[in-house]
T-cell receptor
């Protein structure tokens, strides 16, 4: 079945450093979504990417969808303490259900 | 005003008991889900309903039984609770079904129910 792998599982950074999490799928995806879960909170939808090679930005967050539509990344520039949380990718192949990656837990030291 | 609500927020119970978690969404979405999140933050889908019809039933013990009285509600009943059932359970809804072709099917999660089985 479809698998979505996400790395790293944990990332500790100093405030101001950049952060990247990577997502890889075993199959070609129709689209990929990204979610953020704050500590003690629930996952919140951030963005969806659909097109091959697509790049979208939300302030300091940059989302990319690979040319082959099998991988994606989320990059945060100059992290802040408010970026703390777990970031999940979730991919959907055609005719399949949404599958979540294992998540990357980000901690930011002030 | 809460889009997806769950009750209770916390549930502490003993092994062997039966408990239910309720979920309601006021977004008008057709599809609802139950997820289990363990201590390592892994999110695992358990069930999905589309317009009150079960469409996803992952490998979940049959002690877990979802019920959808209407498309705005999806409840989860758990029989004979075990220690391993301790987790956070999230309800979610999305505007489209889970078969392919849809362009917008982001998931809206409820606040979660933290279940502790002692």
């Amino acid at each position: 079945g479809q698998q979505v792998m996400q790395i790293p599982q944990y990332q500790h950074v100093q405030e101001g450093e950049d952060f990247t999490t990577y997502c890889n799928s075993s199959t070609t995806l129709s689209n990929i979504q990204w979610y953020k879960q704050r500590p003690g909170g629930h996952p919140v939808f951030l963005i969806q990417l659909v097109k091959s090679g697509e790049v979208k930005k939300q302030k300091r967050l940059t989302f990319q969808f690979g040319e082959a539509k099998k991988n994606s990344s989320l990059h945060i520039t100059a992290t802040q303490t408010t970026d703390v949380g777990t970031y999940f990718c979730a991919g959907r192949a055609s005719g399949s259900r949404l599958t979540f990656g294992e998540g990357t837990q980000l901690t930011v030291n002030p | 005003d809460t889009a997806v609500s769950q009750t209770p927020k916390y549930l502490v119970t003993q092994m062997g008991n039966d408990k239910s978690i309720k979920c309601e969404q006021n977004l008008g979405h057709d599809t609802m889900y139950w997820y289990k999140q363990d201590s390592k933050k892994f999110l695992k889908i358990m069930f999905s309903y589309n317009n009150k019809e079960l469409i996803i039933n992952e490998t979940v013990p049959n002690r877990f039984s979802p019920k959808s009285p209407d498309k705005a509600h999806l409840n989860l009943h758990i029989n004979s609770l075990e220690l391993g059932d301790s987790a956070v359970y999230f309800c979610a809804s999305s505007p489209r079904g889970t078969s392919g072709g849809a362009h917008r099917h982001e998931q809206y999660f409820g606040p979660g129910t933290r279940l502790t089985v002692t």
